[in-house]
């Protein structure tokens, strides 16, 4: 390696020195800064060196979204067994985004339950302190039966996805699903959930008349999971994406962010090919999802859905992350 180095250099040096901006940590956070839009601002925030990115536009009314709740990684290894913050700092209302698909939600971080013909399967639980006015109750407003939920498949067991598996899983004993090396990470929670089912790549979870497909896409943590979610608005067929871990930081490991890149390529590939035209998210500032909902309750007949973003965006979304990881990755290296 060192030998290459000291032969390539000298007849490369040219070439080198006209290659190196593009492949440095500035040159990766520019490249995904020319590609924000209220898509995909919140995703850059979390996932990209330094706050050079204005904040998303996702603030609710009445007050931004909890900070610290929502902070990467809090509440993890918690169980979202931590002291409850006061309601008015986390309660937002869900809704319906799709025929069969729902959001539930906090102001910070979203779960979503897709409804089948034979069940829910839900995607995430939030801190466990929501877990009754978000999840029990926000199902019910929504017309939803929480014992009905069959499956729980859990991004990452991280307190603000996965506080809320435990309360579930004692009450209504849905198969919950992880991969390994999450359920690794979930077994080290203060008061973990029961073990239950392993996710595999690619893997199809069928309910009743709907197939969503799970791709383990690490980088976020160890065994982070990604989604395809067949959706349907008004009877016409979509496909939501969602990349189940965003969040990096100068503690992301050179191996994760390495992994992170691949995976937020290789899933741009999938989801490229699945024409998805819809981005889903686990935590609200990602895509302006509070104010999307918001737009999606004030919908008139005839108005499009505005959810489906159209498959450009969504590999957008994926190349803004992955560009921020090979950012943080340069920096890593030593190319600022
Ligand atoms: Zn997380």
């Given at each position: 390696m060192q030998m290459a180095r000291l032969v390539l250099i000298p007849i490369l040096s040219s070439a080198a020195v006209l290659a190196q901006p593009s492949d440095t940590g500035t040159a990766h956070k520019a490249a995904a800064t020319a590609l924000l839009n209220s898509n995909n601002t919140g995703a850059a925030h979390l996932a990209?060196?330094?706050?050079?990115?204005?904040?998303?536009?996702?603030?609710?009314?009445g007050g931004g979204p909890p900070r610290v709740a929502g902070?990467?990684?809090?509440?993890r290894g918690a169980g979202g067994r931590g002291a409850t913050p006061p309601r008015e700092n986390w309660y937002a209302e869900g809704g319906q985004v799709f025929d069969n698909l729902y959001m539930l939600t906090t102001k910070a971080n979203s779960a979503w339950a897709v409804k089948t013909s034979a069940g829910i399967i839900l995607i995430d639980t939030l801190f466990g302190y929501a877990a009754q006015d978000e999840i029990v109750d926000g199902m019910k407003k929504l017309?939803?039966?929480?014992?009905?939920?069959?499956y729980i498949v859990v991004s990452h067991a991280h307190g603000d996805h996965d506080g809320a598996v435990k309360f579930l899983q004692d009450t209504y004993h849905p198969h919950v699903i992880l991969a390994p090396k999450d359920w690794e990470l979930a077994a080290r929670q203060a008061t973990p959930y029961t073990h239950d089912m392993d996710a595999t790549d690619g893997e199809k979870l069928t309910l009743g008349d709907t197939t969503i497909t799970i791709y383990i896409t690490?980088?976020?943590?160890?065994?982070t999971l990604s989604f395809l979610v067949p959706v349907k608005d008004h009877g016409v067929p979509h496909m939501a994406m969602e990349w189940g871990g965003t969040a990096l930081s100068g503690n992301t490991s050179k191996e994760m962010l390495q992994s992170y890149i691949s995976n937020a390529g290789r899933f741009r590939d999938i989801v490229d090919g699945s024409g998805a035209d819809v981005i889903i998210g686990n935590h609200t500032e990602y895509n302006d999802a509070l104010a999307r909902l918001e737009r999606t309750k004030a919908r008139k007949p005839?108005?499009?859905?505005?959810?489906?973003?159209?498959k450009a965006e969504v590999g957008k979304y994926l190349t803004v992350v992955e560009e921020c990881a090979k950012s943080w990755l340069a920096i890593d290296e030593g190319r600022p």
């Open positions: 990209c060196p330094a706050a050079i990115f204005p904040e998303p536009s996702a603030n609710p009314p902070a990467p990684g809090a509440g017309g939803l039966e929480p014992a009905e939920i069959k690490p980088g976020h943590t160890g065994g005839g108005e499009a859905n505005p959810w489906v973003v159209g």
